[in-house]
C-alpha cells in the first residue's frame, strides 16, 4: 500500500461502518474504507480503486475521491486558510493539505493559487511544498527560440528566476537576464535561449536584441514622461538605479536610449535626460 498514491485494492471485508480493504494476497495488512465512500452493491473480493492518505487522527484511510495532487506531481492548488502553523490548501478531499512555512517559497494569502508538489514529511504524514525543482521534467518539447509559459516559482539572487515550464518542465531564467520582472506565483511568457545538454531550459522574458530595443526605448520614455519629460539623470546612471526604475540592464537601457537620441526624441545634458 503506497501513501499519496491511486491504487487497485480488493475488499477483504465488510463492516458497519465501511469496508477494509487490502492487496490481492496480502489479507494481513488493511486500510478502511468508509462507508460514504463505498461503491453500491460492492462485495468482498470486488476491486476497487483508492486514493490513500491519513485523515485527522494520523490513520491511514482509503478514499474513492480523486485528489488534485499525488506524490511525484505538482499542480496549482487554492489557499484556503492560513494559520499559525502553515497555510491549509483545497486538494480535493475532505482533509485539506499542509503547506509548512518553511516550504513556502513566498507567503501565501487565501484565496490565491499556489504552484506545488506533495511529499512525505519525517513524521509519515503528506504534505505540500513550493519547493518543485525536484519535480520537474527535462523532457521538454521546446526548442531555442521558442515561446513558451509558466510560473514563476522560486526567485535567487545568484542564479536568477526558476521557472515551472508550462507546470512541469524545468526552466531558469538565468540572474543576468532576470532584473525583477516578475515574482514567485507569477505566470509569465518566456523565450528559450537554450536547451542544455540535462534538457533544462534557459529562458529569458526579453525578446531578440533588435526587437527589444524598440520596446525599451518606449519603456525609457514612458518613465521620462512619469518625471514630466526630464529624467534626474544620464545614461551613467548606475546599474542598481536603472534596475530599480526600468527594470533593464545598463546596456540594454544605454541602447535604448540611443535609439532614442538617434530619432530626436530626446537630449543629454551634463545631469539630465530631458524629452525634446
Given at each position: 500500500?503506497?501513501?499519496?498514491?491511486?491504487?487497485v485494492?480488493?475488499?477483504?471485508?465488510?463492516?458497519?461502518?465501511g469496508v477494509?480493504l487490502?492487496?490481492d494476497?496480502?489479507p494481513e495488512e488493511?486500510?478502511?474504507l468508509?462507508?460514504?465512500?463505498?461503491?453500491?452493491?460492492?462485495q468482498?473480493?470486488?476491486?476497487?480503486?483508492?486514493?490513500?492518505?491519513?485523515?485527522?487522527?494520523?490513520?491511514?484511510?482509503?478514499?474513492?475521491a480523486?485528489p488534485?495532487l499525488?506524490?511525484?506531481?505538482i499542480?496549482r492548488?487554492t489557499?484556503?486558510?492560513v494559520?499559525k502553523i502553515?497555510a491549509?490548501?483545497?486538494?480535493g478531499?475532505?482533509k485539506d493539505?499542509f503547506l509548512?512555512?518553511?516550504?513556502?517559497?513566498?507567503?501565501?494569502?487565501?484565496?490565491?493559487?499556489?504552484?506545488v508538489?506533495?511529499y512525505t514529511?519525517?513524521s509519515?504524514?503528506?504534505c505540500?511544498?513550493?519547493?518543485?525543482?525536484e519535480?520537474?521534467?527535462?523532457?521538454s518539447p521546446?526548442q531555442?527560440?521558442?515561446?513558451?509559459?509558466?510560473?514563476v516559482?522560486?526567485v535567487?539572487?545568484n542564479?536568477g528566476a526558476?521557472?515551472?515550464v508550462?507546470?512541469?518542465?524545468?526552466g531558469?531564467?538565468?540572474?543576468r537576464e532576470?532584473?525583477g520582472q516578475a515574482?514567485v506565483?507569477?505566470?509569465?511568457?518566456a523565450?528559450v535561449t537554450a536547451?542544455?545538454p540535462?534538457g533544462?531550459?534557459?529562458?529569458s522574458?526579453?525578446?531578440?536584441?533588435?526587437?527589444?530595443?524598440?520596446?525599451?526605448?518606449e519603456?525609457?520614455?514612458k518613465?521620462i514622461?512619469?518625471f514630466?519629460g526630464?529624467?534626474?539623470?544620464?545614461d551613467k546612471?548606475?546599474?542598481?538605479?536603472?534596475?530599480?526604475?526600468?527594470?533593464l540592464?545598463?546596456?540594454?537601457f544605454?541602447?535604448?536610449?540611443?535609439l532614442?537620441?538617434k530619432?530626436?526624441?530626446?537630449?543629454i545634458t551634463?545631469?539630465s535626460i530631458?524629452k525634446?
Amino acid at each position: 500500500m503506497e501513501l499519496g498514491k491511486t491504487q487497485v485494492l480488493v475488499i477483504a471485508k465488510k463492516v458497519d461502518f465501511g469496508v477494509y480493504l487490502a492487496e490481492d494476497g496480502r489479507p494481513e495488512e488493511r486500510v478502511l474504507l468508509p462507508a460514504k465512500q463505498v461503491p453500491e452493491g460492492a462485495q468482498v473480493g470486488d476491486e476497487l480503486e483508492v486514493f490513500l492518505y491519513k485523515d485527522s487522527q494520523d490513520r491511514l484511510i482509503a478514499t474513492t475521491a480523486r485528489p488534485k495532487l499525488s506524490i511525484g506531481d505538482i499542480a496549482r492548488l487554492t489557499v484556503k486558510e492560513v494559520t499559525k502553523i502553515g497555510a491549509f490548501l483545497d486538494w480535493g478531499l475532505e482533509k485539506d493539505l499542509f503547506l509548512p512555512f518553511r516550504q513556502q517559497t513566498k507567503k501565501v494569502r487565501a484565496g490565491e493559487e499556489c504552484l506545488v508538489g506533495l511529499y512525505t514529511d519525517k513524521s509519515g504524514r503528506l504534505c505540500a511544498t513550493m519547493n518543485v525543482y525536484e519535480y520537474l521534467r527535462t523532457d521538454s518539447p521546446y526548442q531555442k527560440e521558442d515561446h513558451v509559459w509558466g510560473t514563476v516559482y522560486q526567485v535567487s539572487g545568484n542564479f536568477g528566476a526558476f521557472v515551472a515550464v508550462d507546470d512541469c518542465y524545468s526552466g531558469l531564467i538565468p540572474s543576468r537576464e532576470f532584473f525583477g520582472q516578475a515574482g514567485v506565483g507569477e505566470r509569465i511568457e518566456a523565450r528559450v535561449t537554450a536547451v542544455k545538454p540535462d534538457g533544462k531550459l534557459d529562458l529569458s522574458i526579453r525578446e531578440k536584441g533588435y526587437v527589444q530595443r524598440n520596446a525599451d526605448a518606449e519603456q525609457v520614455m514612458k518613465v521620462i514622461e512619469e518625471f514630466d519629460g526630464v529624467l534626474p539623470f544620464t545614461d551613467k546612471a548606475s546599474p542598481e538605479v536603472i534596475k530599480r526604475e526600468f527594470s533593464l540592464s545598463k546596456n540594454a537601457f544605454k541602447r535604448a536610449v540611443g535609439l532614442l537620441l538617434k530619432e530626436g526624441c530626446i537630449e543629454i545634458t551634463e545631469k539630465s535626460i530631458r524629452k525634446i
